[in-house]
C-alpha cells in the first residue's frame, strides 16, 4: 500500500498544475449540479423505509384519509363558549376567503349534524344528568320564553327567591348558574360589562369544557423548495386571528401547532444563526491550524483541499441522494471536522519530514511512505462507521451515512492528490518550530511508570461505562427534540394535556359497525385507554331509550324555550323596576337564604346597577342577552332530535369515520400516563394485543424507536466488523487489531459513562454519533498503534499527537457548532459527539499509551 501511496504523491507533485486546474473544474462543475439538484425534504416521514410494515400500514392509512396529513391546526380558546364559537367562525371565514394560503378550513366540532342530534351521541347516563341540568334552569328559562332579556331573567330570579320564602326552596342546585350570573352583574356595575354563558349557565359536567377550545384544521398552501413551505400560510393565520374583535380585547387567544407548524419550526430553528456559527466555526478553525502548524503555506493548502473535497461530496449528494433531510444535513459539518484530520496529518508529518530531506520533493515523498497508509486507515474506518448506516431501514441517517462516507473517500483522494500538489505549488518554508506537544514527554515518562495504575483506573470507569450503557435512557418522542417553548410546542403539549386531544393516538380499521362497536367496547376498557371514538359513534345504540328521554324533556321544556308573543319595549326605566323588583323578593326572603347563597351576591350587585348610568344599564343587557337567543334556538334543536342511519350520516363525517369501502375508522386515546416513552409503549402494546394491525401516531412514535434501535444495533455491528478487516488488512496482526478494538471499546464506554453524568438521552437524531465513534477512535488510535510498531516510544510527545490533539480540536469546533445549533435535534447530535470525542481523546492520550507500555511491541511490519 505504502509504495502506491508515494508514487500517487509524486505523480501528483509532477503535475501540480494540471492538477489543480483539473480539480478547480471539477469542483465549479460538482457546485453548480448540487445548487441546482440538490432539494431538501422536510417531511420526517421519508426518514424510514416504505417498506416497514409500519410504514406500509401508515402509507394506507394516508391514503385512505389524506385529510389529517399536512395539516396547520389553529386552536381558538375564550372566555365563554360562546366568544370561542364566535372568534372561531370568523376565523374559519376569513380564512376560507384567503385561497392564496389555504385549500381549505374545517371546523370538526361545527358540523350541524351534532347541532341537531349531539344528545343521541350521549350515553343514556349522560343524557340523563343534561336534561336534568335543563330542568333545575327551567325557573329561569321560563320567563325568558316571554321576555327574552335581563327584565325577563330578573323576573326569574325574583321567582326564585319567592320560593325560598314560601315553600322554604332548596336552591343549591341553582347555585352554580347563580354563582356565573352574580359575576357578570358585579362586572356590569363596575362598567366592565362581559357576557353571560348560556352554554354554560344551562350545561353540565357533560358538556361543559374546561379550556372552552375549538379547533381549526387548515391544509395550507405549501412552498415548493422551501424549508419551511408552510411560513406563509402560518403568517396569515396570525395577521387573520390579530384582526379578531376578542383577541383584540384580550376575551379570545389563538394559537397553533400541526404537523406543518411543527416541520417549519424545526427547519427553521436548523438555519438559525447558522451564519455566525459557520464564521466562529471558521475563526476558530483557522485559529487551530495555526497553532498546530505555524505557516499559511501550509493552512491555504490545507483549506482549498478542504473546500475541494466538499464540493465533490456535495455533487455526490445531489447525483446519489438528491435530497438532504433532517439529518442528513449535518453532513456538512461532519465532513469539515473529520475531513481536516488528514490533511492535518499530511502537513504536520511533511513538517516533520522537512529538516531530514534535502527537497521538498523528497520531504513529500518521505510523508507518504511515514503517514499515507496511517491516514489511508483512518479514512476507511471513518467511512465504515459512516457506512454502516447505509443498508439500514433508518433512512434519514442512512442517507447521511452513504454522503458522509463517500465523502471520507473523496477527502482521502484530496489529501493524497490535491493536497501535495498545492503543497508544491505554495512551496512551504523549513521550520524550526518544535512539533512535539509541550506536555508531550513529561506525560508520556508519567504513563510509563504508572501504566498499571491507569489501566486500573480505565478498568473501574470501563465498568461505570458498561452500567451506563445499559440504563441510558432511549426517548422514542422525536417531538422532543424540537424547542419546547416554540408555539407549535406549547400548543401541542397543551392539547395532550387533555386525553381528548392528545396526538398520540391510535387508528383501527374495523370491516363493519358491528365489529367497530364490538371492538371498541373491548377497547374502552383498558385501563391505558382513556375513550375510543369510531364511525360507531355516530350511529349509536340504544337510540329509542334516547329518543324517549328527549320526548318527555320536550313537553316539559318546550314551552319554556318558544316565544309567547312580543314583550314590552326595554327601556332603563323598566329595567330599574325589575331590578328594584328583584331586590325586594330578595329582601323578603330574609333569613331564609343561606348565608352563602348567591342570591345575596345578586343584590348586592343590583344594588349598585341601581345608581347606575342608562348606558351602564343597557351594557348590562347585552352582556347577559348576547348569546342568549342562538343558545335557545340550540336546545330547541337539539331536542328534536331524529334517528341517526348509516345512510342519514352527513358527508362530512363518512369523510372522517368511513373509508370508501366501507371499513370503520376507530381512534384510540391514552389516558395520561403515557406522556413518556414508557407509558406510551404500554398504551400501544395493551391496544395491540386486541387489534394486532393498528396503527397511529402512537404505534408510529413507538415503531420508529424500535427501527432506529435496530438501525443502531446493526450498524454498530457491521461498522465494527468492516473496521476490524480493515485493521487486519493494514496491520496484518491479530494483537494490534485487538489493541486498536480494545482501544474502541474504552472510549465507546467513556461516553456512554460521561453521557449518563450530563443526563443525556438517546434520541433519533444523536444516534450517529455512536457508530461514527469507531470510526473517529480508530483514526486517531491507528497512528500511535502504527508508530508503536515502528519502534516509537514517544506517543504524546510525537508529531503524530500534535496532529492527533489539533485535529480534535478542529473536529469538536465543527461538532460544537452543532451542539450550539437552535434545533435540538442537532444540539443533541453535537453535544453527544462532543462527549464522545473527549471520551475518544481520553482513551488516546491516556489509556493506549498506558497499554502499549504494558506490552511488547510487534515485530515492525511494513504496510504494502
Known amino acids: 500500500m505504502t509504495g502506491w501511496l508515494i508514487r500517487i504523491v509524486d505523480a501528483s507533485r509532477r503535475h501540480a498544475m494540471a492538477l489543480v486546474l483539473g480539480f478547480a473544474v471539477l469542483t465549479a462543475v460538482c457546485t453548480c449540479y448540487a445548487a441546482g439538484h440538490l432539494g431538501i425534504d422536510s417531511d420526517t416521514d421519508h426518514m ?19 385529510q389529517f396529513n399536512d395539516l396547520l391546526v ?14 372561531a367562525a370568523t376565523l374559519a371565514a376569513t380564512l376560507r376567503a384567503d385561497r392564496q394560503h389555504f385549500h381549505d378550513v374545517t371546523r370538526p366540532d361545527a358540523d350541524p349534524f351534532f347541532r341537531k342530534e349531539g344528545l343521541l351521541l350521549l350515553g343514556p347516563d349522560d343524557l340523563a344528568k343534561l336534561l336534568d341540568s335543563l330542568m333545575a334552569a327551567q325557573p329561569l328559562l321560563g320567563p325568558l320564553a316571554s321576555d327574552p332579556s335581563a327584565r325577563g331573567l330578573l323576573q326569574g330570579v325574583s321567582l326564585m327567591a319567592e320560593g325560598v320564602r314560601i315553600e322554604h326552596a332548596d336552591l343549591s342546585a341553582y347555585n352554580t348558574a347563580l354563582r356565573q350570573l352574580q359575576q357578570v352583574l358585579e362586572h356590569a356595575a363596575a362598567g366592565r360589562p362581559q357576557p353571560l354563558s348560556w352554554q354554560s349557565l344551562l350545561g353540565s359536567d357533560v358538556t361543559r369544557q374546561t379550556d372552552n377550545m375549538r379547533l381549526l384544521l387548515l391544509h395550507p398552501v405549501l412552498q415548493a423548495n422551501s424549508l419551511q413551505p408552510g411560513l406563509a400560510a402560518t403568517q396569515a393565520l396570525e395577521r387573520a386571528s390579530a384582526a379578531l374583535p376578542g383577541v383584540r380585547s384580550g376575551r379570545v387567544r389563538m394559537n397553533y401547532t400541526g404537523s406543518v407548524a411543527l416541520s417549519d419550526v424545526q427547519f427553521g430553528a436548523l438555519t438559525e444563526g447558522i451564519v ?19 505557516s499559511w503555506r501550509l493552512i491555504v493548502p490545507i483549506l482549498l483541499t478542504l473546500l475541494a473535497g466538499f464540493a465533490l461530496t456535495i455533487g455526490f449528494a445531489a447525483m446519489a441522494i438528491g435530497t438532504l433531510n433532517l439529518i442528513s444535513v449535518a453532513f456538512a459539518v461532519l465532513f469539515v471536522g473529520l475531513a481536516v484530520d488528514f490533511a492535518i496529518q499530511f502537513a504536520v508529518r511533511l513538517r516533520d519530514e522537512r529538516p531530514q530531506q534535502p527537497t521538498l520533493a523528497a520531504a513529500l515523498s518521505g510523508t507518504a511512505r511515514a503517514a499515507g497508509a496511517q491516514i489511508a486507515v483512518a479514512a476507511m474506518a471513518i467511512a465504515c462507521g459512516f457506512l454502516a448506516f447505509a443498508p439500514t431501514a433508518f433512512v434519514g441517517v442512512a442517507e447521511l451515512g452513504l454522503i458522509a462516507g463517500a465523502g471520507m473517500g473523496l477527502a482521502l483522494l484530496c489529501t493524497l492528490t490535491l493536497l501535495p500538489a498545492l503543497l508544491w505549488l505554495f512551496q512551504p518554508r523549513d521550520q524550526d518550530h518544535e512539533l512535539a506537544l509541550p506536555f508531550g514527554v513529561a506525560w508520556d515518562h508519567l504513563l510509563q511508570r504508572h501504566r498499571r495504575g491507569v489501566l486500573g483506573l480505565f478498568t473501574v470507569l470501563a465498568a461505570a461505562g458498561m452500567v451506563a450503557a445499559v440504563w441510558m435512557p432511549f426517548d422514542a418522542n422525536p417531538l422532543h427534540t424540537q424547542d419546547p417553548n416554540s408555539e407549535p410546542m406549547r400548543t401541542l403539549r397543551s392539547l395532550a394535556e387533555n386525553p381528548a386531544t392528545n396526538p398520540f393516538n391510535i387508528d383501527i380499521m374495523a370491516p363493519d359497525l358491528v365489529h367497530a362497536r364490538t371492538l371498541g367496547d373491548r377497547l374502552a376498557h383498558l385501563p391505558e385507554v382513556s375513550s375510543v371514538i369510531s364511525g360507531a359513534t355516530f350511529v349509536p345504540a340504544q337510540q329509542p331509550a334516547k329518543l324517549d328521554q328527549l320526548e318527555q324533556a320536550q313537553d316539559l321544556l318546550l314551552p319554556s324555550l318558544e316565544p309567547s308573543g312580543a314583550a314590552p319595549a326595554l327601556t332603563p326605566a323598566t329595567l330599574r323596576t325589575a331590578i328594584a323588583d328583584t331586590r325586594d323578593a330578595i329582601a323578603r326572603a330574609g333569613t331564609d337564604l343561606p348565608a352563602d347563597s348567591p342570591l345575596r351576591g345578586i343584590d348586592v350587585a343590583l344594588q349598585h346597577l341601581a345608581q347606575a348610568p342608562d348606558a351602564r344599564l343597557l351594557a348590562m343587557n347585552e352582556a347577559v342577552t348576547r348569546f342568549l337567543p342562538d343558545e335557545l334556538a340550540s336546545l330547541r334543536d337539539a331536542l328534536n332530535a331524529t334517528p341517526i342511519t348509516l345512510q342519514s350520516l352527513p358527508d362530512s363525517i363518512r369523510h372522517d369515520w368511513f373509508a370508501a369501502d366501507g371499513r370503520v375508522h376507530l381512534q384510540v386515546s391514552p389516558t395520561a400516563a403515557a406522556h413518556d416513552t414508557a407509558g406510551l409503549r404500554r398504551f400501544v402494546d395493551a391496544v395491540q394485543t386486541i387489534a394486532p394491525d393498528a396503527g397511529g401516531p402512537a404505534v408510529t412514535t413507538i415503531a420508529s424507536a424500535d427501527t432506529i434501535m435496530r438501525a443502531f444495533l446493526q ?30 471499546a474504552m472510549s465507546g464506554l467513556l461516553t456512554a459513562l460521561l453521557a449518563q453524568l450530563a443526563g443525556m438521552a438517546i434520541n433519533y437524531a444523536n444516534i450517529i454519533a455512536l457508530p461514527l465513534l469507531l470510526g473517529v477512535g480508530v483514526s486517531f488510535n491507528v497512528y500511535f498503534v502504527m508508530n508503536w510498531r515502528a519502534g516509537m516510544r514517544r506517543f504524546v510527545g510525537s508529531a503524530s499527537a500534535r496532529a492527533v490533539l489539533f485535529s480534535a ?6 461538532f460544537g457548532s452543532l451542539a450550539l445549533s437552535h434545533d435540538r435535534g442537532m ?12 471520551a475518544v481523546l481520553l482513551a488516546t492520550f491516556a489509556f493506549l499509551p498506558a497499554l502499549l507500555y504494558t506490552l511488547a511491541p510487534a515485530s515492525p511490519r511494513t504496510a504494502r
Do not use: K, N
Not at 48 to 66: C, G, I, M, N, V
Not at 74 to 87: C, F, H, M
Not at 276 to 294: D, I, N, P
Open 48 to 66: 424510514f423505509a416504505t417498506s416497514l410494515p409500519w410504514r406500509q400500514h401508515q402509507l394506507a392509512f394516508d391514503r385512505e384519509f389524506p
Open 74 to 87: 389553529a386552536v381558538v380558546r375564550g372566555a365563554t363558549p360562546e366568544e370561542t364559537d364566535q372568534a
Open 276 to 294: 455566525g456559527s459557520t464564521l466562529v466555526s471558521l475563526v476558530l478553525l483557522a485559529l487551530w491550524l495555526y497553532l498546530a502548524l505555524r
Open 715 to 744: 450498524a454498530a455491528m457491521l461498522a465494527t466488523v468492516a473496521i476490524a478487516l480493515v485493521l487486519l488488512f493494514a496491520l496484518r496482526h491479530l494483537r494490534d487489531t485487538g489493541i486498536v478494538l480494545l482501544t474502541l
Open 809 to 814: 480540536l478542529t473536529t469538536g469546533t465543527a
Open 827 to 838: 444540539a443533541s447530535m453535537g453535544s453527544l459527539l462532543l462527549l464522545s470525542l473527549v
